[in-house]
């Protein structure tokens, strides 16, 4: 007789290292029978033909189901982690909504069966009021500039920024966050115990004691191209709304929004120059069905994510220039002076389209004011303006 996990947390896990996340037959047969009782089915070989070839390899190599739960739960352990399962406190309800946006196109689409956790905080409340912030892996200055400053405010803002722990955009918005004090979470595609990039190693202890790593792949998995797409899903769905700054034609990033923006959230992105390769694929998200907002600063995001408007999003200060001091007319015979020339009253008058008299009582003025110089009879514009 097989011996089987004790509890449905071992369970989850086993079948966590068994079949990528998301699936979604193994999804429909969990709400059928239960966890433990679907590892059961698998070791029988009970099971869809399609579940039975992507597991007869592992069950053939593992002839005690419960021996290898407690091997998991050992390295969850020692890597300073913990398990989430569905229901229990800190569980992120948010994620029940993949359940409206997978199709059979896509297989690996629905909520997560579980999720290791490492970091100090109750990860559904740091994600009641979260943010995404994604982009390219080969980021421009620009770009991580902008994503630094827009988590930095975010985070003064009181809200967690969540990213993918890559190098370039993502790096920058979880660094952005840290260095505010932010309890940032990195979404990663591989184990807990070795995250990817190992160039992000110091960065990603900073996240583990002031914010929070999470994976649903169990310790030991590595990062695989195909995984990054999958937690794509989890990023999306965990937050309010999501930020692209700067991604290519092809990119992850635009895999993350094309999530946000099924899943209702509220889809932002930041401009580049038309000019950069790592704008293209931003820019191309103003051109599809999604509704995306253009955001340039944290009030901006906020305004978008909250539906508040009103001052928390303040209009941009209008540009004031010298000119804007003076009244219409002496604006107007200002503009009329030819730069570099002096010009007599008359022919000054008629250009601006004012009467002869009213001409030189203003230009008096404007010379007192020392905007104009005076010439015998003729005015140029002052050459140090001091209005």
């Not at 390899?57 to 890597?79: L, N």
């Not at 980021?139 to 827009?150: P, V």
């Amino acid at each position: 007789m097989t011996n089987l996990p004790n509890d449905d947390r071992r369970a989850l896990m086993m079948l966590s290292e068994l079949i990528e996340p998301g699936d979604g037959e193994l999804d429909d047969l969990l709400a059928e029978v239960g966890p433990i009782e679907a590892v059961k089915r698998i070791w029988e070989g009970d099971v869809p033909e399609r579940l039975h070839r992507l597991t007869s390899a592992s069950v053939s190599c593992t002839p005690d189901p419960a021996a290898r739960a407690d091997q998991i739960a050992a390295a969850t352990e020692a890597a300073g982690a913990r398990v989430l399962i569905p229901g229990e406190p800190g569980w992120p309800e948010q994620l029940r909504d993949l359940q409206t946006v997978c199709d059979a196109d896509e297989p690996h689409v629905r909520p997560p069966r579980c999720l290791w956790v490492k970091g100090p905080h109750d990860l559904a409340e740091l994600c009641a009021r979260s943010v995404a912030i994604v982009g390219s892996r080969a980021a421009s200055e620009y770009g991580q500039h902008l994503a630094d400053d827009l988590a930095a405010d975010l985070t003064a803002s009181g809200w967690t920024i969540v990213s993918g722990g890559a190098l370039g955009i993502d790096r920058a918005a979880h660094l952005g966050s840290l260095a505010r004090g932010g309890a940032t979470v990195a979404v990663l595609a591989c184990g807990l115990e070795m995250p990817y990039p190992k160039a992000n190693h110091s960065m990603f202890n900073m996240i583990a004691e002031q914010g929070m790593l999470l994976s649903e792949w169990p310790p030991g998995s590595t990062a695989m191209k195909h995984r990054f797409l999958t937690r794509n899903r989890v990023i999306a769905a965990l937050t309010a709304g999501t930020v692209v700054v700067e991604a290519a034609d092809r990119s992850g990033a635009r895999n993350t929004a094309r999530y946000a923006a099924e899943l209702g959230r509220v889809l932002m992105f930041t401009p580049g120059p038309v000019t950069s390769s790592q704008s293209i694929g931003v820019h191309r998200l103003a051109r599809e069905p999604w509704e995306a907002r253009l955001v340039t600063c944290a009030e901006e995001v906020i305004e978008d994510v909250t539906g508040i408007g009103g001052p928390l999003a303040s209009a941009p200060p209008p540009q004031r220039r010298p000119l804007d001091r003076l009244t219409e007319i002496e604006a107007r015979l200002v503009e009329s002076l030819p730069r570099g020339y002096v010009v007599d009253t008359a022919r000054l008058a008629a250009a601006a389209g004012l009467p002869t008299d009213l001409a030189s009582e203003t230009l008096h003025r404007l010379q007192r004011m020392r905007w104009v110089d005076r010439i015998d009879d003729r005015w140029r514009l002052a050459r140090n303006p001091r209005p």
